[in-house]
Nanobody
Framework: QVQLVESGGGMVQPGGSLRLSCVYSGFTSDDYAIGWFRQAPGKEREAVSC????????YYADSVKGRFTISRDNAKNTVYLQMSSLKPEDTAVYYCARDGIVRNCSPYYSGSYSPDYWGQGTQLTVSS
């Protein structure tokens, strides 16, 4: 059974840092790219970052480039999203998802990603 469970959200002040975790099970990360997405109130869900199955390529949305870093710990079956220099506009529910079709992050550049399993989400609020 495929599962992804996010954690690590919370409230942080602007300029602060936080690390989100996505624990996955029921599949091998070597076979699937995993992405982080977010959805703010009243907005569409957007792709934030992606890590390829072999962890050899990544994707970052322009809005988070240079501030967010995606990584993976195979021993813990966990993908992380390290976020720094947080802004109020980063406030959203953050989701991790497994891509059902490709192993690399190329589709994220064109918006043609195809997540097939999602976590339940974790809330990040950036506010003073």
């Amino acid at each position: 059974q495929v599962q992804l469970v996010e954690s690590g959200g919370g409230m942080v002040q602007p300029g602060g840092s936080l690390r989100l975790s996505c624990v996955y099970s029921g599949f091998t990360s070597d076979d699937y790219a995993i992405g982080w997405f977010r959805q703010a109130p009243g907005k569409e869900r957007e792709a934030v970052s992606c890590l390829s199955s072999w962890a050899d390529n990544t994707y970052y949305a322009d809005s988070v480039k240079g501030r967010f870093t995606i990584s993976r710990d195979n021993a813990k079956n966990t993908v992380y999203l390290q976020m720094s220099s947080l802004k109020p506009e980063d406030t959203a529910v953050y989701y991790c998802a497994r891509d059902g079709i490709v192993r690399n992050c190329s589709p994220y550049y064109s918006g043609s990603y195809s997540p097939d399993y999602w976590g339940q989400g974790t809330q990040l609020t950036v506010s003073s």
